[in-house]
């Protein structure tokens, strides 16, 4: 029996309904024909298919959504991970648990065959019994852990799967406690240029709770952490480069100045008896000069134990460290340096350091370029801040020109910056310099 007429103008209304707004189901009428007919068996089939095409564009949505909010996460975490230049491996867990979510977590880095663990996340027993060194029996065993630089997956670390009996014995001893009370395991080895550095474990309590695309996602940070830890070793790399050439740079030159002041003072030792003998006033003031080189070079010589043993730099007191420094500079030029502390106070190591390179510089550039008669070093305690000023009546120069391959004064603004300290540097060309470094604690710092 052929379709009404009335049917398929209704089908043509749903239909254009369905056009003019795709997301939103069309409304079909109450019943017009009987229960039985043709046309009401089709229309309710037609009803069913809208409610599964519904649930069907409904579940796409949440998945599109979900889908954007990872790749909003992952981008998210990916500049966080880029822009920390000091390895926070915690930080690295922390991102993870946000879209992949675990009981606990482990980052291990690899150190030949041990891998040691750099951060946990998971209960306060857990936290305690780290850190954790795995040794692994060879080279099978890493690549075993390792599966190719892929996720692996293990849903019950409790069953007779091969990997899950790997991984019981390998977490052994006082790692076994990472196992506690954990079924799913998921492992995501960190490599970089086809170098592994290391990997992270996530673990739940949940049976199979970690899916091909928990793995994916977690890959994706796995290679951001990866390219992180390096760009911290290198970081730190540097910064040790850049300590250990500075302290050769300083420990050179006062390995000279000490030389230099030894030679002039043997000279004078030599000929001290035959020139007291000849004139007593100029043997007088020779054996000034002897006192005062030999002062000098014990300065200097403390000097250079200071950049051997950098605590010193800490663990003195900063009014003497800088009246060593000012010692040092009359034993090799003769210039005499007044040295004067005002007040008393305690500072964080990192600023007591910075204060003290600041007038070491300060000094060299004395003895290299200012040609002057006399030197001034005060420092100023004050309540939550310090100030240190370092003066000389030498020849001057203009701070808007200074030659190039000076670079005494970049040196020391960017160690008054690294502290928040202000430097500044008041000269004129036959009028000496003033070099004024001023630091005050932050709101941070004053509330702790």
């Known amino acids: 029996m052929p379709l009404s007429s009335d049917f398929y103008a209704l089908l043509s209304s749903l239909f254009h309904q369905m056009a003019r707004a795709p997301d939103a189901p069309p409304v079909v009428p109450p019943k017009q024909w009987p229960a039985d007919s043709q046309e009401q068996l089709l229309l309710k089939d037609f009803q069913t298919a809208l409610v599964a095409l519904q649930a069907h564009n409904q579940e796409r949505q949440s998945q599109m959504e979900a889908r954007m909010r990872e790749q909003s996460i992952l981008l998210e975490i990916s500049q966080t991970l880029a822009s920390a230049l000091e390895l926070k491996p915690g930080l690295i867990l922390d991102q993870l648990q946000v879209i992949v979510e675990y009981t ?151 390995h000279d100045a000490v030389n230099q002041s030894l030679f002039s003072a043997s000279l004078i030792a030599e000929v001290l008896p035959r020139l007291w003998k000849r004139n007593p006033d100029e043997g007088r003031q020779s054996l000034e000069d002897l006192r005062r080189l030999t002062r000098g070079a014990m300065a200097e010589m403390r000097s250079l134990l200071v950049e051997l043993r950098p605590l010193v730099l800490t663990d003195s007191d900063l009014g003497d460290l800088l009246q060593q420094l000012g010692d040092a500079l009359m034993g090799r030029t003769n210039i005499p340096v007044a040295v004067t502390v005002t007040g008393q106070g305690e500072v964080p190591a990192e600023v007591q350091v910075a204060f003290y390179r600041v007038c070491q510089e300060g000094l060299n550039n004395i003895a290299k370029h200012a040609r002057a008669s006399r030197v001034a070093i005060n420092l100023q305690y004050n309540v939550g801040s310090m100030e240190l000023h370092i003066r000389d009546d030498g020849r001057g120069f203009d701070p808007m020109q200074v030659p190039s391959g000076h670079y005494g004064l970049s040196i020391m603004r960017e160690r008054a910056k690294a502290i928040g300290a202000v430097l500044s540097v008041a000269s004129q060309p036959g009028h000496g310099v003033e070099i004024t470094i001023h630091w005050a604690k932050t709101p941070e710092q004053e509330a702790l």
């Open 104 to 254: 606990h977590a482990t980052l291990f880095a690899l150190d030949d065959l041990t891998l040691v663990t750099l951060a946990v996340r998971g209960s306060q027993s857990l936290q305690e019994a780290t850190p954790f060194h795995i040794e692994l029996d060879g080279p099978e065993s890493l690549a075993a852990l390792l599966n190719g630089h892929a996720p692996q997956r293990i849903a019950d670390v409790w069953s007779d799967d091969p990997g899950a009996q790997f991984l019981r014995s390998l977490l052994n001893k006082s790692a076994a406690v990472l196992l506690e009370g954990i079924r799913a395991w998921m492992w995501v080895p960190l490599a970089v240029k086809d170098r592994v550095i290391g990997g992270i474990s996530v673990a739940h309590t949940r049976p199979d709770s970690f899916t091909a695309h928990h793995a994916d996602l977690a890959l994706n940070v796995a290679n951001q952490a990866a390219i992180t830890l390096v760009n911290a070793q290198l970081y730190e790399q540097a910064q040790t480069l850049a300590m250990l050439q500075e302290r050769q740079r300083l420990a050179q030159n006062l």
